[in-house]
C-alpha cells in the first residue's frame, strides 16, 4: 500500500506530519491546525487519529483545533495531555488500516517522550529527541535518560527515514562542523544543506544509517570518534580519550547548549 508524509511547517521551526494513503491520515504533533486542514481539505483526506510525542505545546497546541473539525483519537504516553483518549506505553503496537507503528519510550527531553516508529515502512517520527545531527534538550530527565534513549534507537535499521520534531539542521550541522571535530569540506557541507534546506523548505527526512556516522551524540560509544573529538580539543582539556559513553554525551551536549 502506498505511504505518503506530508511535512508541514508549524509556528516558527516546528514540524507536524500528515501520514496517508490515497484517503486516510494521521496526524503527529499538531502545532498550528490552520496548514494541516488546509492539506486535508486540499487532497480530500479521512483522519483518523493524532499521535503526540510529547507534552510540549508546540507539540499539541494544535489539537483542540482538529477536534473541532474531526471526531478523532489522540494517542499519547500522559494523560496531562488533556485530549489524550489513548494512553500508550513503551513497546506497545498500535494498528491502523493502512500502518502499524510500535511505541518506543524516549525519556530525556521530557519523562513522557515517545516516538512512533513503523517497521514495515523503516519510518520514525522522532519528535524531539533525534534531530538531525543533534538531539534534544534535556529538560524533564537526565542525561543518562536521554543517552539510553538515543542507545535504543541507534538499534534500529540504518534505511529508516527520519522525520523529527524541528528544522535545527542547519545549526546542528554548524556546531557539529565548528565545535565537535574538524572537517577540511566543513564550508562545502554547510552551503550544500543551507542551499538543500532553502530550495526544499526542508530538511526532512533523513536517514538514520547515515547519522551513526555523523551525529556525535549517536557515536559516544565509539572510540575513535571519541579520540577524534579528544584530539581536536586536547587544549581545552576537557574530554579525555578513555571518557565513558555518558561523559562523552554530557560533554557534546553541554557544548550544544552553550552554541
Known sequence: MNIDINIINQLNDNY???VHNNNEAIIIDPADEIPILKIINKKNLKPLSILITHN????????NGLLNHFDLDVYSSNLAIKETTKLVKDNQKIEFK????????????????IVYFSDKEKILFSGDTLFYYGCGRVFEGTYKQMHNSLSKLKKLPDE????CGHEYTYK?????????????????IKEKYKKMIREKGSSMPFFLGHQKIW???????????????????????QIRQDANDLEFFGYI???????
Request: charged share 25%; glycine share 4%.
Open 253 to 259: 551536549r553541554d557544548k550544544r547548549n552553550a552554541f
Open 172 to 188: 546542528n550541522l554548524e556546531f557539529v562542523l565548528n565545535e565537535v571535530i574538524h572537517y577540511k569540506e566543513a564550508s562545502e
Open 160 to 163: 529508516t527515514k527520519v522525520y
Open 56 to 63: 510540549h505545546s508546540d507539540h499539541t497546541s494544535g489539537i
Open 16 to 18: 507536524a506530519y500528515i
Open 215 to 237: 551525529n556525535p551524540f549517536l557515536n559516544c560509544d565509539d572510540i575513535e570518534y571519541k579520540k577524534k573529538v579528544s584530539n581536536f580539543h586536547k587544549n581545552e582539556g
Open 98 to 113: 493502512f500502518i502499524d507503528f510500535n511505541i518506543i519510550a524516549t525519556p530525556g527531553h521530557t519523562l513522557d517522550h
